[in-house]
């Protein structure tokens, strides 16, 4: 894994492992960024799926646990933690959140600890993972599933169909396009607000993906600079205190993404037929 | 082949420079009305150190951002595929 130069050994820890239908039309693993990038749309990471899959159902089954387990009398350490997340994430919702909707409460609790948990791979030594994986033949294996910008735009878009279904469902579909054609300026200037509405809500889900992607990509990256041009002995002078730093933004970054999440909602929930 | 990859260098230390500039100068600000909200008042500095760190996470993102696309200009340079 060491071999190479340092610029080959950063480009390796960037690639996914990407499985899909190469431009011969046969399917199988991308050696390489460069045939990674051949398969174009035809091809899928299998890492980012995993380790998403994976964090997803540990999610699931912690809380669960806990939540079966439950007890009054006799509360375990887990039932702690749960309670504490789980009360940060019901407070947040009930300060943001204005409309009536079940689903907003699961799905902000499922946002923030799926985002954490696949944030936190991130503090996993980075050739630890790709080592054991290398030993048993496989080549590239990205863990973090939010450094992979597939999986941020996965979730932002899915949040952005949700803003546009209880947009419509609420508003009416007359009372959603009205809200894109005469919002800011009123009746008189509907192009310019078309397009000024337009640019708003597309920038919405963008914006949403690509800070969760930039600031876990960045964070990634320094630890696999760290790695790459630092001697091993002095490694932990520097990818300690990142690592320390990190656990605040991985933390801040799901709460944000969930925070954003409530509030873009809770505007597709109120009218604003007083303007 | 080397002026594409002495623009991109060029490039990424604008990216990083103005990025840091620009979100240093915004979370000194940031900070420091909070600390003054906090020293007027401070039995809301709970409910100001939440707004603020959902602030600072917004303010960091955009410097973030544009070290991640530094950082691909630099590792993993698109525009030397054009060049062939």
Redesign the interface.
């Known amino acids: 894994m060491a071999a190479g130069s340092p ?1 080959e050994y ?2 390796h820890h ?1 690639q996914n492992l990407t499985w899909g239908k190469h431009p011969d039309g046969t399917w199988g693993f991308a050696h390489g ?1 460069q045939e990674a990038a051949e398969m174009g749309f035809v091809a899928i990471n299998v890492d980012t799926m995993f380790w998403s899959l994976l964090t997803g159902v540990v999610f699931c089954w912690l809380f669960r646990k806990v939540a079966v387990s439950a007890s009054v009398e006799k509360p375990s350490r887990w039932q702690h933690c749960v309670e504490l997340v789980f009360e940060m994430v019901v407070g947040s919702v009930r300060d943001a959140f204005h409309g009536h909707n079940k689903i907003i409460g699961p799905l902000a609790l499922t946002i923030f600890v799926w985002i954490f948990l696949m944030n936190l791979m991130d503090l996993v030594p980075v050739d630890f993972v790709p080592y054991v994986s290398h030993l048993v033949g496989i080549e590239y294996m990205k863990m973090v599933p939010t450094t992979d910008v597939n999986a941020t735009f996965g979730m932002s878009l899915s949040v952005f169909a949700l803003m546009i279904y209880y947009g419509i469902k609420v508003k009416g579909p007359g009372g959603f396009l009205g809200e894109l054609a005469f919002h800011p300026f009123g009746k008189a200037l509907l192009p310019v607000n078309l397009v000024l509405e337009t640019v708003s809500l597309i920038a919405k889900p963008l ?1 949403l993906s ?2 969760l ?3 876990m ?2 964070g990634e ?1 320094v630890f696999v600079l760290i790695a790459a041009l630092v001697p091993f002995w002095l490694q932990w002078a520097l990818s300690v205190p990142w690592a320390i730093f990190h656990i605040l933004v991985i933390t ?2 799901a ?2 993404f969930m ?1 954003l999440t409530i509030v873009y909602l809770s505007q597709s929930h109120e009218s604003h037929d007083s303007h | 082949m080397e002026s594409v990859v002495a623009f991109s260098a060029l490039a990424a230390g604008i990216m990083i420079g103005l990025g840091a500039l620009g979100a240093g100068v915004g979370i000194g600000i940031l900070g420091s009305k909070f600390l003054e909200g906090a020293a007027r008042q401070p039995e809301l500095v709970p409910m100001l150190q939440a707004r603020m ?2 602030m ?3 303010t ?2 955009v410097p ?6 530094a ?1 691909l200009l630099m ?2 340079n698109p525009f030397l595929g054009q060049v062939g």
């Open positions: 610029a950063i480009s960037i960024p914006s690509l800070r992607f930039g600031n990509f960045a990256l801040l970054q709460y944000i925070m | 760190f959902l600072l996470g917004l960091d993102a973030i951002i544009a070290i991640a696309f950082a590792f993993a």
